[in-house]
């Protein structure tokens, strides 16, 4: 379907309203379109400060875990230390052991102190002695474990993780021999850090911060107050940078960096609600401005488009109401034109009109008057009593032959429309209303037989009350239709007439389908019409209305899979209250 017809048949009105709506979609999407650039942007840097800050962060922890490294080392060959081991392992004199050992504790208790996250020194000697100094002496690695790998590792820094103390990671050294370069183990030193406290000292991280360090499947510290909880076990094939990752159902920027000197691994997870913060509030604040934006564009656009149309819309109402024939009042109601292309159109139009209205003086209205009396003349020719006599002769033969079916059906269409063509009259009694009503009835029951059950009660005498001519009818009608269509089982219709107060009503109940409130508020409207007659139940409403007054008319009540009730209210004086 091409846009352009379309466009071209819309009205004025509509075409500058769509004209609006198309430039506010097109500044919309630039706007998402610019909030998407920009919104990227803004997390990319963000990723990249956050890798450049990880970056800074880990070499500050390198330079502090090296200065430990050193500072082992420093320990395993501190001439003290290494002449004290000798004593200890080599000497058979108790008070030269005794000696050596306090020397030991003093030495080991300066190295101790000379760090605040040292949180433990321990030497253990060639005897399986062990010396340990430092803010927590509780801390134990598990020997079994740790020292074999001490010891195959040849002297070099083996770091582990202490599995009974929380982020407590540990330097372990072999201790030998270096006189005479003979390289004889004396022991094992193992130096504990606090890591809470070396990154508290180093990097002064707020408390909200979720950093984490990896040795290789392990993970070697996690601040405690990290919100993230325990993560997967990290891919140490990664290079530096950062990616996407979801952890306990929450998204993260997660920025990750090798060590430069050891097999550790620093991630950092920032929460992409941190990230995105800023941006919901410029999103809100942008739909905000949007919607306020097409509200108002829509606002003004369609005003505008009536100010620029009305003119127009007004001249077309002029044009078909002469158009129908209305001359006289066309002039009367047209606008005073502005001095614009529409006002001459209007002002041209007037001067049209007013020549016209002479012709029709001269000779048109003479012309219309001969031609509505000879049509007049001609509907008088059509005289109903021939199609009474012809289905009164169709009767009679049905009769001769014995079709028993087709004369009574005949007989009672000939009184139906008798009873609808010969009256005149605009209100008719109850009782004539219900002889067309039985009629109609009659020629139904022979065409559905058994699926068709009628019958009518009344408490009245219907000669004394008047209704608007085919208001029961109708009525009938309509619930045959509905009920023989949609049932498969027998269609019953009952007729109830009878006083109640001042008003008189007339029930026509059914045990059809039912329907729901919003077809009868539907019906009310005159949004559905009658099936049948033609006759639609908002004509019956307005006839009633028209002849009695507001407070009459037509009520339906119906239950779906029950039936329907259609109650028509008339007045118990019948058509006296009727001028």
């Known amino acids: 379907m091409q846009i352009k017809p379309i466009f071209r048949n819309l009205k004025i009105r509509n075409k500058i309203f769509a004209v609006s709506l198309l430039l506010l979609t097109i500044f919309g999407l630039l706007g998402i379109i610019s909030y998407q650039f920009f919104t990227s942007m803004y997390e990319d840097r963000i990723s990249e400060e956050s890798a450049a800050m990880l970056q800074l962060s880990s070499t500050v922890l390198d330079e502090e875990l090296a200065g430990l490294e050193d500072l082992s080392f420093q320990v395993i060959t501190d001439d003290q230390v290494q002449k004290d081991l000798r004593i200890i392992q080599d000497s058979d ?30 030497v253990i000697d060639s005897t399986g002695s062990k010396y340990t100094y430092g803010f927590n002496t509780k801390v134990e690695l598990d020997k079994k ?16 993780k202490n599995k009974e103390e929380e982020n407590i990671i540990s330097s372990a050294r072999l201790i030998r021999s270096k006189e005479n370069l003979e390289l004889k183990k004396m022991g094992y030193l193992i130096i504990s850090v606090d890591m809470n406290k070396l990154i508290e000292e180093a990097l002064n991280f707020s408390p ?18 990290s919100e993230i909880g325990p993560i997967r076990t990290p891919d140490e094939e990664k290079g530096n940078g950062y990616e996407n990752e979801r952890v306990n159902g929450k998204d993260y920027m997660a920025t990750y960096v090798h060590s430069r000197f050891s097999d550790l691994t620093y991630y950092h997870f920032l929460p992409f609600s941190d990230i995105t913060q800023q941006n919901a509030v410029v999103k809100s604040i942008m739909i905000f401005t ?11 656009s369609r005003k505008a488009a009536e100010f620029i149309s009305k003119p127009l819309e007004n001249l077309s109402r002029n044009m078909k109401e002469v158009q129908s024939g209305d001359f ?27 020549k016209i209205n002479e012709l029709i003086k001269e000779n048109y209205t003479k012309q219309l008057m001969i031609k509505e009396t000879e049509y007049k003349a001609l509907q008088a020719q059509i005289n109903p009593h021939f199609l009474y006599n012809t289905l009164d002769s169709i009767n009679w033969m049905a009769r001769i032959s014995q079709q028993k079916k087709i004369s009574v059906m005949v007989e009672a269409l000939g009184n139906m429309m008798r009873n609808i063509i010969s009256k005149k ?26 699926r068709l059950k009628f019958s009518s009660h009344s408490l009245l005498d219907l000669e004394s009350h008047l209704i608007p001519k085919l208001s029961i ?56 019409h009658s099936k049948s007659s033609g006759i639609g139940l908002k004509n019956i409403i307005e006839r009633i209305k028209l002849m009695f007054g507001e407070e009459y008319g037509v ?20 058509g006296e209250g009727h001028v």
């Open 93 to 122: 004199v108790n008070i030269d052991i005794y000696q050596a050992k306090v020397r030991l504790q003093e030495r080991l208790l300066y190295f101790a102190t000379s760090e605040p996250y040292i949180a433990a020194i321990q």
């Open 328 to 354: 006289e009042h066309t002039l009367e109601r047209t606008e005073t034109e502005n001095e614009d292309e529409i006002g001459l159109l209007h002002s041209n139009f007037r001067i049209m009109i007013d």
């Open 208 to 225: 909200n911060k979720n950093f984490i360090i990896t040795n290789g499947d392990e993970i070697f510290y996690q601040n405690p107050d």
């Open 290 to 300: 949007f919607i306020s934006m097409f509200i108002l564009s829509i606002i003004v």
């Open 425 to 450: 009259e605009a209100l008719v009694t109850l009782k004539d209303e219900m002889e067309i009503v039985k009629h109609y009835v009659t020629i139904q029951e022979y065409r559905f037989e058994n």
């Open 555 to 574: 009520r339906i009540e119906s239950t779906p899979g029950v039936g329907t009730k259609v109650k028509i209210i008339i007045p118990y004086s019948g």
């Open 145 to 160: 474990e740790i020292l074999p790998i001490v010891a195959a590792s040849k002297g070099s820094n083996v770091w582990s």
């Open 473 to 528: 009818q109708p009525i009938v009608e309509n619930a045959m239709a509905h009920g023989l269509e949609e049932m498969t089982s027998q269609c019953e219709i009952n007729v109830y007439i009878y006083p109640k107060g001042r008003e008189i009503e007339i029930v026509v109940e059914d045990n059809g389908p039912g329907m729901s409130e919003e077809r009868i508020q539907a019906i009310y409207r005159g949004e559905i």
